[in-house]
C-alpha cells in the first residue's frame, strides 16, 4: 500500500500545464458570454526525459521570461520555498525546456521563500 501512494503522490505532483486553444474575450467568460473556454490537453513537461518538478511537493508553475530573451520560461516554486528556473530552448517547434536550476540573489545564494 505504501509503494502504491509514493507512486501516485508523485504523479499527482508532476507539473502540468494546461494551455488554452482559443483564448477571445468571449472564450475567457466576457460579459455576456454563453460559450465555456475550451482547453487542450494537459502535458507533463519534461526535459531530457525527466519530467520538471517530479521530486518536488506541490509544485507551482508560473510562465515568464525570467533571462529577457523573448522566450517564456518556466519558473517554479515548491511548498517549501525553493525556487526554479527552466529557461526555454529556441527553436519554432513544440517548446522544449532545459534542466531546472535554481534561481539565485544578486550575492549568489539559492533563492527560498520560506512557507513555515
Known amino acids: 500500500?505504501?509503494?502504491?501512494?509514493?507512486t501516485s503522490i508523485a504523479a499527482l505532483f508532476t507539473v502540468s500545464v494546461v494551455i488554452p486553444s482559443r483564448a477571445t474575450a468571449?472564450?475567457?467568460?466576457a460579459a455576456?458570454?454563453?460559450?465555456?473556454?475550451?482547453?487542450?490537453?494537459?502535458v507533463r513537461l519534461a526535459c531530457?526525459?525527466?519530467f520538471l518538478g517530479a521530486?518536488?511537493?506541490y509544485p507551482s508553475p508560473v510562465i515568464?521570461?525570467?533571462?529577457?530573451?523573448?522566450l517564456a520560461d518556466l519558473?517554479?516554486?515548491d511548498l517549501w520555498g525553493s525556487v526554479t528556473v527552466s529557461l526555454r530552448r529556441a527553436g519554432d517547434a513544440t517548446p522544449s525546456f532545459g534542466p531546472e536550476a535554481p534561481i539565485t540573489a544578486?550575492?549568489?545564494s539559492e533563492l527560498k521563500f520560506n512557507n513555515w
Open 64 to 70: 515568464h521570461d525570467v533571462n529577457g530573451d523573448g
Open 32 to 42: 455576456g458570454s454563453a460559450r465555456a473556454p475550451t482547453f487542450a490537453p494537459p
Open 26 to 29: 468571449q472564450d475567457l467568460g
Open 48 to 50: 531530457d526525459g525527466e
Open 75 to 77: 519558473v517554479l516554486g
Open 1 to 6: 500500500m505504501a509503494s502504491w501512494r509514493r
Open 55 to 57: 521530486t518536488r511537493l
Open 106 to 108: 544578486s550575492d549568489g
